[in-house]
């Protein structure tokens, strides 16, 4: 796979969301991308943290503003393997990101199902980059925690 590509960038969002997986975490990961680099990894840690807030986009927007030392991140993209839910959605519109790109929709939470208008007016925005495999090891994950 090339660097540099939409592709590849959600490609490691979802290795991180493999990684939350194996954890016995909702399996969503995040990467944040700034001048074709990543600066931020992330997986849901809500377990492990003990903390309803430790979403993946969570994190990851933290990471970023650390490494840059900025809160704003227009320049960033975020990839992450599910559609963010209102909070999330709330966390990226103050950030300021320019570009976020998520795999599979969340027609239960996620926060189109409410409003377009929670994200920052200039973030372009696209969906559907991996959404089967993100939605087969979400599938995978809650199959196995009912079992």
């Not at 909070?87 to 950030?95: D, L, P, R």
Request: charged share 20%; glycine share 6%.
């Amino acid at each position: 796979m090339e660097l540099y590509t939409d592709a590849y960038y959600m490609n490691e969002a979802f290795k991180m969301a493999k990684i939350a997986f194996e954890e016995g975490e909702i399996p969503v990961g995040a990467v944040v991308v700034c001048r074709k680099k990543i600066i931020a990894r992330a997986y849901n840690q809500t377990e492990k943290l003990t903390d309803v807030t430790a979403h993946a986009e969570m994190l990851a927007i933290t990471a970023a503003a650390n490494a840059l030392g900025s809160k704003y991140l227009p320049e960033c993209a975020l990839y992450i393997t599910l559609e963010p839910c209102v909070m999330c959605a709330g966390a990226c519109f103050w950030s300021q990101l320019g570009e976020i790109h998520y795999g599979a929709s969340d027609p239960r939470r996620g926060f189109s199902q409410i409003s377009q208008y929670l994200l920052h007016p200039k973030t372009k925005l696209s969906s559907g980059l991996m959404a089967e495999e993100s939605k087969q090891l979400l599938d995978h994950f809650f199959k196995k925690l009912r079992n």
